[in-house]
């Protein structure tokens, strides 16, 4: 297995695009998570899934942010109308009894 | 429920002495614990786990942690800081539940003098 990957590793984009980042987990992880983390701050929680099932969305993630996973495997996160306060890095995570491993992450910039 | 606490938000050592990362958690269940690392605009580097397993765990780097159930801690050790180990660190726990989910630590910047 080759861990968690995330597409793309970079993508800049301007206000008001909207934009879709994709997580492969690792195959037998059945939980998969999405973290936000800015500058200088350490990862927050976004939202995770249970196989195809979400269970739990963050404040954060306003009603501009949806996040899917249809079939229980990989997953996406889309960001419409981006705005400059969108700029982070986003992390993906999977887990399965205790196991965990994290993606490189997807940076975003918004100009 | 489940957190994680770590204890400094920055630590500063000399180059060549001993380092020390403390972090506690809370757990209803057996935990999971790994310790990550960050280094600037990288993405997270597994350092270190413990799975229930050996409660002296070593990881890369030189870096080791020790499981204490009785303190609830985890608190990562070199024995040596190296110039390199300038860094984030993000302590991060799982409970062996079918209700948990990853919760991180606020993180511990660390600084290393020459």
């Known amino acids: 297995d080759t861990g968690v990957s995330q597409d793309p590793r970079h993508k800049i984009t301007k206000r008001g695009q909207n934009v879709t980042f994709r997580c492969d987990p690792i195959?037998?992880?059945?939980?998969l998570y999405w973290y936000r983390q800015t500058l200088g701050q350490g990862p927050e929680f976004l939202t995770y899934f249970q196989n195809e099932a979400q269970l739990e969305k963050s404040r954060l993630l306003s009603d501009r942010f949806s996040a899917e996973r249809p079939k229980g495997s990989f997953s996406t996160l889309e960001i419409q109308r981006t705005e400059q306060g969108d700029s982070a890095m986003y992390l993906c995570a999977s887990s399965f009894e205790g196991r965990a491993d994290f993606g490189q992450g997807t940076r975003l910039t918004v100009v | 429920a489940q957190s994680v606490t770590q204890l400094d938000s920055h630590v500063s050592v000399s180059e060549g002495t001993p380092v020390l990362l403390r972090c506690n958690y809370s757990?209803?269940?057996?935990?999971?614990l790994f310790w990550y690392v960050q280094h600037p605009n990288k993405g997270l580097q597994l350092l270190l786990k413990y799975t229930s397993a050996a409660t002296l765990v070593k990881g890369i780097n030189g870096f080791e942690a020790e499981f204490k159930k009785s303190e609830t801690s985890f608190h990562l050790t070199k024995p040596s800081a190296h110039m390199s180990d300038a860094a984030e660190y993000f302590c991060?726990?799982?409970?062996?539940?079918?209700?948990?989910?990853?919760?991180f630590g606020s993180g511990t910047r660390l600084s290393i003098r020459p």
């Open positions: 195959s037998e992880h059945n939980r």
């Open positions: 757990s209803s269940y057996s935990p999971s």
């Open positions: 991060v726990v799982i409970s062996y539940s079918s209700a948990s989910k990853i919760i």
